[in-house]
Antibody
Framework: QVQLQESGPGLVKPSGTLSLTCAVSGGSISSSTWWIWVRQPPGKGLEWIGEIYHSGSTNYNPSLKSRVTISVDKSKNQFSLKLSSVTAADTAVYYC??????????????????WGQGTLVTVSS | DIQMTQSPSSLSASVGDRVTITCRASQNISSYLNWYQQKPGKAPKLLIYGASSLESGVPSRFSGNGSGTDFTLTISSLQPEDFATYYCQQSYSTPRTFGQGTKVEIK
């Protein structure tokens, strides 16, 4: 059973950089899946931030691309999120998750099948 | 970006009711559509992937249907533990996008 655990500061100052790490256990980060970050502002919906493959390939949400960096550390079986120049609008619960893959004889589907419990990051002075 | 629109935004229902939530994509996404359930203070939980495939361990009262741009999530007989917020999400292209959510409340 794959488990994910987010860690990092719960309070970040405006204009600072938000840094979070997601530790993966029960499975290898080098498996044939992508790993993602999703956030959820208080009382609002879900926003996909971006994804990383164990090779280091990344895709980011264009709305955040200029401020986001996702990286992977295969030796520690973990991946990380950095979001720079944060404002109060970046206050949210941040989740890491696995973008799993299921293939039938005709097609493959990807889905967010394992999630961390989430960590609240507040941007405030 | 592909826009996902859910309806209704909220609904009130009783235990035992049949409930249907609709999700519409702004372009054809074939069957690349997933559904999640989220309870307060918890991470989302995968219910349905590929528009209609039930995730392992999810009760059979949940079902998904649709392809192209129009999709539905149906709960055949609402149970007390099903009161939650439901999200659709497209896996056709990046950026991955979610619907705004449908909150299912107790009548």
């Amino acid at each position: 059973q794959v488990q994910l655990q987010e860690s990092g500061p719960g309070l970040v100052k405006p204009s600072g950089t938000l840094s979070l790490t997601c530790a993966v256990s029960g499975g290898s980060i080098s498996s044939s899946t992508w790993w993602i970050w999703v956030r959820q502002p208080p009382g609002k919906g879900l926003e996909w931030i971006g994804e990383i493959y164990h090779s280091g390939s990344t895709n980011y949400n264009p709305s955040l691309k200029s401020r986001v960096t996702i990286s992977v550390d295969k030796s520690k079986n973990q991946f990380s999120l950095k979001l720079s120049s944060v404002t109060a609008a970046d206050t949210a619960v941040y989740y890491c998750a696995r973008d799993g893959l299921f293939c039938s004889s005709t097609t493959c589907h990807r889905m967010f099948d394992y999630w961390g419990q989430g960590t609240l990051v507040t941007v405030s002075s | 970006d592909i826009q996902m629109t859910q309806s209704p935004s909220s609904l009130s229902a009783s235990v035992g009711d049949r409930v249907t939530i609709t999700c519409r994509a702004s372009q054809n996404i074939s069957s690349y559509l997933n559904w999640y359930q989220q309870k307060p203070g918890k991470a989302p939980k995968l219910l349905i992937y590929g528009a209609s495939s039930l995730e392992s361990g999810v009760p059979s009262r949940f079902s998904g249907n649709g392809s192209g741009t129009d999709f539905t999530l149906t709960i055949s007989s609402l149970q007390p533990e099903d009161f939650a917020t439901y999200y659709c999400q497209q896996s056709y292209s990046t950026p991955r996008t979610f619907g705004q959510g449908t909150k299912v409340e107790i009548k």
